[in-house]
């Protein structure tokens, strides 16, 4: 590997271990599901292109088989994670290790007899099953702004980033792969471009933008987000956590878990969890009650202060 092949993998692992920090503490933030699935099949990606890496720097030529076994783990996380994402329902979840435990035994075996050509066949037979669930799921409930059709969008882009690159695998294997750099930094851009669309995903969760957002005056929705906050103030329920405080005021403000899923930046299934745990502990059973409980401590907090200060 050259001097600048080798500044090139520094640059694309770098960006990498960006990527996975990044989601990390998106994770630790939000305790997504999907996000902590999306992360798992990041790191997975990351050490095969540790595996890839290696084997040029040593010019190991039989690296096939090592890589072929290292992307078991992704046959297993990304099924896992795309289910989940698209809303796939649970009876299919059954056929994701029959299909591996299937495949890996087929892939070794031919892998034993050097049949490079059949293999790939049988993969391509392989993903087309185990993706079917996915398409099969045609009913999309999420919310355009929601976090799962965001995720769902990443998801996508990167799909279409892999397929062209695997399109263009065949010609370059067989004009220019003899080129040992050529070969290297084809990998590099490959392990480099599906990093961007979560990245750009990080950035906007980061910074909770929104792709709604309108400059100038303010529409009324985004007046409805700001009131319950800035009628309670920094108001807080004591028995409620921190994050059931934000959505339990967001409840009040009369957005639906949707929108709370979209403004929170957080699944449409935490947002339920945690409304079902707001109702449980405050026992009620309403966002009329829950409204009607944070005026009685603001209210309250009001006259406290008001007592301290005089």
Known sequence: MTTVNLIVWIVVYSICLVHITAFTGIYIKNKSKIELLYLIVLLNLFLLAVIITISLVFRYNNFIPVLVNGILSLYITV????????????????????????????????????????????????????????????????????????????????????????????????????????????????????????????????????????????????????????????????????RENEVALTICSGLTYAQIAEKLFISLSAVKKHAYSIYKKLGIKNNRELLHVFMEYHKNNAVENNFSAD
């Open 79 to 242: 099924p896992l994670w795309g289910y989940c994402l698209f809303d796939v329902e649970k009876k299919y979840f059954k056929i994701i290790p029959v299909l591996v435990i299937t495949e890996t035994i087929i892939e070794n075996i031919l892998l034993a007899h050097n049949v490079l050509d059949i293999l790939f066949i049988s993969r391509i037979v392989f993903y087309c099953f185990l993706t079917a669930p996915v398409f099969l799921n045609r009913k999309n409930k999420y919310e355009k702004n929601s976090l799962e059709r965001k995720m769902q969008n990443v998801t996508k882009i990167t799909v279409i980033l892999f397929a062209v690159f695997m399109a263009s695998l065949i010609p370059f294997s067989v004009l220019v792969f003899e080129i040992s750099y050529v070969s290297s930094l084809f990998w590099a851009v490959f392990t480099l471009s599906y990093q961007i669309p979560g990245l750009v995903y990080c950035v906007n969760r980061t910074a909770k933008k929104d792709v709604t957002f309108t400059t100038g005056s303010e529409t009324c929705e985004q007046q409805v987000h700001r009131l319950p906050g800035e009628f309670f103030g920094k108001t807080e329920i004591p028995s409620l956590t921190k």
